[in-house]
């Protein structure tokens, strides 16, 4: 495993860096969570079975649970203890809670100098808005995320809702490979470093054409190149990007004559045109079932999918051939997880399948840093 033997304390909550700590897990890492008494807030979130929040396994999986509560004194020296003897600290408190803690890198570093220490917020560390609470839409409409993305729906003012968090996954999975560069840097110099990562920041790098479009004069469609198309029974999504692709479609809908249309024959005309264009195209598809015209764009080599549910892609067979889909295990019982989204020739799985209960691992992480029973008994009846 890419991971083996690298021991990372997490101390992160919800999804953004627990996401992140998951992926270090998958590769072998020993990821000991650290959770308050009451447990991570994704515990509560359902679907819960029993008093597992499936939720909340899937983003645990492979990891050690040990209840700290950080208020305590005998707790914050334990957790210096943890770090002392860690590859990898990961935090996604508020910028300031860390170092009223004493537990931020600055104080930690001088234990152990070869530490990587990963700081996940909304806004990053320092600034005017690094004091501010941040959840990932709050952030979505922060970046112009969601008013990049409404520039694209004509005829409509008020942003859609958010209920997929974008911006905790992707700071999660940038701050996972910042970690990885880090250690592999480690490798080179044998120093460690801190990393400050921003879900403002990672939000911005969605917003490729627009950050352009806004310093020049450039305005990019009111319409975007792939939009739903009416079929008989629903709707397709047709990506045409590229003249071979839009050479395809016309062949695929039997319409040669697209090819050399003053309108649409070359990209800027198309371009200026696209309403046009992709009133045609959808005059094609709804006169064919979805099937019919995913059958008709896939023979042709047109990138284009029907709309599904999230329900339904599960079922893919290609993520069945590619067992994307694992069961994982926690005290309720099973549920199906997603692997990590890329594959190593050289590395296997992670160790474990299971998501831990809350705490399960206290004692033997504790015993394992030379506390007894008599210590963690007293520590326990301090609170």
């Known amino acids: 495993m890419s991971f083996a033997g690298i021991k990372v304390v997490d101390f992160t909550t919800t999804i953004a860096g627990p996401h992140c700590s998951r992926l270090l897990a998958d590769l072998g890492a020993d990821v000991i969570k650290i959770e308050a008494p009451d447990g991570d807030m994704m515990r509560t979130r ?32 334990a957790a210096r203890k943890l770090i002392e003897g860690a590859d990898v600290v990961v935090e996604n408190y508020r910028p300031g809670v860390m170092k009223r803690l004493g537990l931020d890198y600055d104080s930690v570093k001088q234990i152990n100098p070869r530490l990587i220490y990963c700081a996940i917020s909304g806004y990053g560390q320092t600034g005017p808005s690094a004091s501010l609470p941040a959840y990932a839409p709050v952030v979505h409409a922060a970046s112009g995320y969601d008013l990049a993305h409404l520039s694209y729906q004509p005829g409509r003012t008020k942003p859609d809702n958010g209920g997929i968090w974008i911006g905790d996954v992707l700071t999660g999975t940038y701050a996972f490979g910042a970690i990885s560069a880090a250690l592999h840097h480690r490798e080179k110099t044998g120093t460690g470093q801190f990393i400050d ?168 992480v504790l015993k394992g840093l030379g506390y007894t029973d008599e210590d963690i008994s007293q520590m326990a009846g301090g609170g």
């Open 197 to 364: 990562v921003s879900m403002l920041e990672s939000m911005l790098t969605l917003t490729l054409i627009e950050m352009q479009a806004a310093q020049f004069d450039y305005t990019p469609l009111a319409r975007g190149f792939a939009e739903p198309l009416k079929t008989k029974d629903g709707y397709i999504l047709v990506a045409i990007a590229s003249e071979p692709t839009f050479q395809a479609a016309a062949a695929a809908t039997d319409n040669p004559g697209w090819t050399t249309d003053p309108r649409y024959a070359r990209y800027a005309d198309r371009r200026a045109n696209w309403h046009l264009f992709l009133g045609e195209l959808e005059a094609w598809t709804s006169s064919h079932t979805t099937a019919e015209c995913v059958e008709k764009f896939n023979k042709h080599g047109v990138p284009c999918a029907a709309y599904r549910t999230v329900a339904e892609a599960m079922q893919d067979p290609q993520l069945v051939h590619r067992g994307s889909l694992f069961e994982a295990q926690d005290a309720a019982g099973t549920f199906k997880a997603l692997n990590q989204p890329f594959q190593m020739s050289g590395d296997g799985r992670r160790i474990s399948n299971a998501a831990p209960s809350l705490g399960e691992h206290t004692l033997e």
């Open 46 to 77: 359902p679907p819960i079975r029993g008093k597992s929040s499936a939720m909340f396994g899937q983003l645990n999986v492979a990891k050690r649970s040990v209840v700290l509560n950080l208020k305590s004194p005998q707790a914050i020296e």
